[in-house]
């Protein structure tokens, strides 16, 4: 993906604070946008990154990429839903 600037929406920040009990921090989410075990297309060209969050859980990532990233929204789901 390279090294690009990464910026978070008002919202994805929102969603970070919420699911902090849940081990969904800004590092978890850097780390899977740097290093996904998937890439999926989204809604208007956007980009869905997915990355172990727990045994049972996956985080998405769901993001805009052009000169910079911009994270849209995180939320954990089941794996056996996405794998």
């Not at 809604?43 to 990429?65: F, H, M, N, P, S």
Request: glycine fraction near 6%; proline fraction near 2%.
């Amino acid at each position: 993906m390279g090294v690009k600037e990464i910026k978070f929406t008002t919202h994805a920040e929102e969603k970070l604070k919420r699911l902090k009990n849940l081990g969904v921090t800004k590092e978890k989410v850097l780390k899977v946008l740097t290093n996904p075990q998937k890439i999926v297309s989204g809604y208007r060209g956007r980009k869905i990154a997915q990355g172990l969050l727990t045994w049972e859980l996956l985080l998405r990532i769901v993001y805009e990429e052009d000169d910079k990233i911009l994270v849209i929204t995180v939320y954990p789901c089941k794996r056996e839903r996405y794998e």
